[in-house]
């Protein structure tokens, strides 16, 4: 950490937003020179007189920092991340064993405890709005739109496995779990009912690995450990909004009868039917109009991110899975839009949407550690640590029971090896972090939850997120060759995969090879 505090540019800036910060509280104004008679020049007797307009000096300038405030410290925060990753990749050595999101969670409780000393309110950016109109779509779109697509279709079947049937594993099992401990009067937490508990559940199931990926890419993990993490982690997101949007209604209702729980079970599948539906329509509409782009190459780019948040937003507006929505758009658009664009076009928008989606998650991480120091917290050992027993606990017995049911399907079945690395990648960050702090200020107990949930991701992020290499590594989990194949390999590798789906066409038999054609 003292290589952070020596760095002259982070303490510059610090000291400038600090600065900055101070002078928003206080009301600049110039001082004006007025000139009028005396009143003993003035007719007493006259009281029909008007007096002279006072007489104002021309100011050489005005300072009006209300007026550029917010889009000011947007611009800083964005800043002050952005000069934090440069610094961690000074010294690149660091983040080999320390994940990044780990350094910036440490700058963050640096900066909060700064602004701690000076008696300064965090930043309210995490409002449900903000969070959900601005801040998720290009996280998911950027996930979504590197996802090895022929790895992840030829393991489609697992990977939705892991995401529904394992989110919906973890929610219901924490929940219940919490829900048995609240009953317990020594914990002094009885007024949480079982409904707050499975919506503070359904938070606590999203995984976001993504310092675990990274570590799997470096040490050469083989292709089918590392897709199912990264798409488990991608559409784990879009199952647990669906679960947070369905039990934060339910949280609400004063009795749960059977009636509602057909209803839930129904919600959830129509909501998540509807996404795909949504997402596959906006995605082939993309590269129907980039058809007609040749002669006017410069709004190409526009037209990816448009649609996308185009099918972003109208499924926020019908109520069904945004996530779902934008991942199946970019799924779509990432090789039917880019045959049709140039080249520069292809770079533009690759290079946007990962800056957007580093950025947008870059600055949540930021926050974590910002909040931890300048929010209130409530504290309950007992709450606290049984919910870090029963997150490791469920997720270790969910992996374990789906992976022996999943595993007779599969061509190369997951070992304990494979297991214990999925088991052990389940990192909770922006996601939970940010799905806790637009619960809805009915929760009674929604300041425990915060703490909780903060108390969990730091625990995750920093234990397994450091020791996961280590650990991968000791264990001698198995490795896969990432050499680029030979021409004639892969000639052949495509035409055996281009035949067997036009086999399956021909016979009428759709399967994942005919799939995988389709986008790929």
């Given at each position: 950490?003292?290589?952070?505090?020596?760095?002259?540019?982070?303490?510059?800036?610090?000291?400038?937003?600090?600065?900055?910060?101070?002078?928003?509280?206080?009301?600049?104004?110039?001082?004006?020179?007025?000139?009028?008679?005396?009143?003993?020049?003035?007719?007493?007797?006259?009281?029909?007189?008007?007096?002279?307009?006072?007489?104002?000096?021309?100011?050489?300038?005005?300072?009006?920092?209300?007026?550029?405030?917010?889009?000011?410290?947007?611009?800083?925060?964005?800043?002050?991340?952005?000069?934090?990753?440069?610094?961690?990749?000074?010294?690149?050595?660091?983040?080999?064993?320390?994940?990044?999101?780990?350094?910036?969670?440490?700058?963050?409780?640096?900066?909060?405890?700064?602004?701690?000393?000076?008696?300064?309110?965090?930043?309210?950016?995490?409002?449900?709005?903000?969070?959900?109109?601005?801040?998720?779509?290009?996280?998911?779109?950027?996930?979504?739109?590197?996802?090895?697509?022929?790895?992840?279709?030829?393991?489609?079947?697992?990977?939705?496995?892991?995401?529904?049937?394992?989110?919906?594993?973890?929610?219901?099992?924490?929940?219940?779990?919490?829900?048995?401990?609240?009953q317990i009067q020594a914990f002094g937490v009885q007024d949480i009912t079982l409904q707050e508990n499975l919506l503070f559940a359904s938070i606590i199931a999203a995984v976001d690995p993504v310092a675990v990926l990274t570590v799997f890419e470096?040490?050469?993990?083989?292709?089918?450990?590392?897709?199912?993490?990264?798409?488990?982690?991608?559409?784990?997101?879009?199952?647990?909004?669906?679960?947070?949007?369905?039990?934060?209604?339910?949280?609400?209702?004063?009795?749960?009868?059977?009636?509602?729980?057909?209803?839930?079970?129904?919600?959830?599948?129509?909501?998540?039917?509807?996404?795909?539906?949504?997402?596959?329509?906006?995605?082939?509409?993309?590269?129907?109009?980039?058809?007609?782009?040749?002669?006017?190459?410069?709004?190409?780019?526009?037209?990816?991110?448009?649609?996308?948040?185009?099918?972003?937003?109208?499924?926020?507006?019908?109520?069904?899975?945004?996530?779902?929505?934008?991942?199946?758009?970019?799924?779509?658009?990432?090789?039917?839009?880019?045959?049709?664009?140039?080249?520069?076009?292809?770079?533009?928008?690759?290079?946007?949407?990962?800056?957007?989606?580093?950025?947008?998650?870059?600055?949540?991480?930021?926050?974590?550690?910002?909040?931890?120091?300048?929010?209130?917290?409530?504290?309950?050992?007992?709450?606290?640590?049984?919910?870090?027993?029963?997150?490791?606990?469920?997720?270790?017995?969910?992996?374990?029971?789906?992976?022996?049911?999943?595993?007779?399907?599969?061509?190369?079945?997951?070992?304990?090896?494979?297991?214990?690395?999925?088991?052990?990648?389940?990192?909770?960050?922006?996601?939970?972090?940010?799905?806790?702090?637009?619960?809805?200020?009915?929760?009674?107990?929604?300041?425990?939850?915060?703490?909780?949930?903060?108390?969990?991701?730091?625990?995750?992020?920093?234990?397994?997120?450091?020791?996961?290499?280590?650990?991968?590594?000791?264990?001698?989990?198995?490795?896969?060759?990432?050499?680029?194949?030979?021409?004639?390999?892969?000639?052949?590798?495509?035409?055996?995969?281009?035949?067997?789906?036009?086999?399956?066409?021909?016979?009428?038999?759709?399967?994942?090879?005919?799939?995988?054609?389709?986008?790929?």
């Amino acid at each position: 950490m003292s290589f952070f505090l020596n760095q002259k540019t982070m303490f510059i800036f610090l000291i400038s937003w600090s600065l900055l910060e101070l002078l928003s509280a206080v009301e600049v104004s110039l001082i004006t020179t007025t000139t009028s008679k005396a009143p003993s020049q003035r007719p007493p007797h006259n009281p029909a007189s008007v007096p002279e307009p006072e007489k104002t000096t021309l100011p050489m300038f005005v300072v009006n920092y209300p007026r550029i405030q917010i889009p000011f410290e947007i611009t800083l925060w964005v800043l002050l991340a952005s000069f934090a990753k440069i610094g961690f990749h000074v010294y690149h050595k660091i983040t080999i064993w320390i994940p990044e999101t780990c350094l910036l969670i440490a700058v963050g409780l640096i900066v909060g405890g700064i602004m701690h000393s000076v008696h300064e309110e965090p930043p309210a950016v995490l409002t449900s709005s903000v969070f959900f109109l601005y801040m998720l779509p290009p996280i998911v779109l950027d996930s979504a739109y590197f996802m090895p697509t022929r790895a992840f279709f030829e393991n489609m079947g697992t990977v939705m496995w892991f995401s529904v049937v394992g989110t919906l594993w973890n929610s219901i099992g924490i929940g219940i779990s919490l829900f048995g401990i609240c009953q317990i009067q020594a914990f002094g937490v009885q007024d949480i009912t079982l409904q707050e508990n499975l919506l503070f559940a359904s938070i606590i199931a999203a995984v976001d690995p993504v310092a675990v990926l990274t570590v799997f890419e470096d040490v050469n993990i083989h292709e089918q450990l590392y897709i199912v993490a990264f798409g488990e982690s991608l559409f784990n997101d879009a199952v647990t909004v669906v679960l947070y949007n369905l039990f934060n209604h339910v949280a609400i209702l004063p009795v749960l009868d059977v009636a509602d729980v057909f209803l839930a079970v129904a919600r959830f599948f129509v909501v998540g039917l509807g996404g795909i539906l949504f997402g596959l329509f906006f995605g082939f509409v993309a590269s129907f109009t980039t058809r007609f782009t040749w002669k006017v190459r410069e709004i190409e780019p526009l037209f990816i991110f448009m649609y996308s948040y185009l099918s972003y937003l109208l499924a926020e507006l019908l109520s069904i899975s945004s996530i779902m929505a934008i991942v199946t758009c970019a799924l779509t658009m990432k090789y039917y839009v880019e045959e049709n664009v140039s080249q520069r076009s292809c770079t533009t928008i690759r290079h946007t949407i990962k800056m957007l989606g580093t950025v947008t998650e870059t600055l949540i991480f930021f926050f974590l550690g910002v909040v931890t120091v300048t929010t209130d917290h409530e504290w309950n050992w007992g709450y606290v640590l049984f919910t870090l027993f029963f997150a490791q606990l469920w997720r270790t017995l969910g992996i374990l029971v789906l992976t022996q049911i999943i595993n007779p399907f599969r061509t190369i079945p997951f070992n304990f090896k494979d297991q214990f690395g999925l088991a052990y990648s389940g990192l909770r960050g922006a996601i939970t972090f940010a799905l806790v702090f637009t619960l809805p200020d009915t929760i009674l107990r929604k300041k425990l939850f915060i703490t909780t949930s903060i108390t969990i991701i730091i625990f995750t992020v920093f234990v397994q997120g450091i020791s996961i290499r280590p650990i991968i590594e000791l264990m001698n989990v198995r490795k896969t060759n990432r050499d680029l194949c030979t021409i004639n390999v892969e000639i052949h590798k495509r035409l055996m995969e281009h035949t067997t789906a036009g086999i399956e066409d021909l016979c009428g038999h759709w399967n994942h090879h005919t799939l995988k054609d389709r986008y790929t």
